[in-house]
Structure formats: structure tokens, C-alpha cells
């Protein structure tokens, strides 16, 4: 059951997050982040987000799963499994579109 719910936020994450180039993307990822109330101060969670996609690029988070690990351990101590879903969702679609495929991994392999 708690996978076909991650399998919904994954993919409802991923499609509707479809990021423009704009020329302040932090702001755009924070005030992304902010709709999901996930707060906390713009540079920290750009930096997240940021090194979020250097270690899936880099293969030190293995997946999906490892990846969300990694956030809910750098988020507010009151935040979700869910809105760790959505930060990972939100920093792939703002800094490393390359990287969707894990989450398209992850949604296939909780379905």
C-alpha cells in the first residue's frame, strides 16, 4: 500500500513538475518546494538538491529509495516521506532533468 502511494507521488511529481529555464532557479525550486510545505532557507535546500543529483550522477545513492534517505535526513525533523518524494522529484526537474529515469525506476518498481 505504501508503495503504490509513493508509485502516485513519483509519477504525479514528475509529470507535473516540468521546470522552464528561468534565470533564478533556486527561487523557482524554493518557491516549488514552499507548495509542497517544505520550508527552510533557499540556499540550504538548493544545496540539497544539488548534491541530491550529484550523488545519483555519481551513483552514491543507488536509486530512488537511497536517494529519499539521503533528503528526509537534511529536511525539517517534522517532514514526510512524501515530501521527501516530492524534494527529490522537484530538485531532478531543476537540476538534473537527465536524471527522471530514477524516478520513472521507482515508480515501476513500486507498482
Not at 525550486?29 to 532557507?41: K, P
Request: hydrophobic share 40%.
Amino acid at each position: 500500500m505504501k508503495r503504490m502511494a509513493l508509485a502516485a507521488i513519483v509519477a504525479t511529481t514528475a509529470v507535473a513538475l516540468a521546470a522552464p529555464a528561468r534565470a533564478d532557479v533556486d527561487s523557482d525550486f524554493t518557491n516549488q518546494l514552499h507548495s509542497y510545505g517544505i520550508y527552510g532557507q533557499r540556499d540550504y535546500n538548493a544545496w540539497i538538491g544539488k548534491i541530491t543529483c550529484d550523488r545519483l550522477g555519481r551513483g552514491i545513492d543507488a536509486d530512488a529509495y537511497e536517494s529519499t534517505s539521503f533528503i528526509i535526513k537534511n529536511l525539517p525533523r517534522h517532514s514526510t516521506t512524501a515530501q521527501a518524494w516530492q524534494f527529490l522529484g522537484a530538485a531532478i526537474d531543476f537540476y538534473c532533468p537527465d536524471l527522471r529515469r530514477v524516478l520513472e525506476q521507482a515508480a515501476e518498481q513500486s507498482g
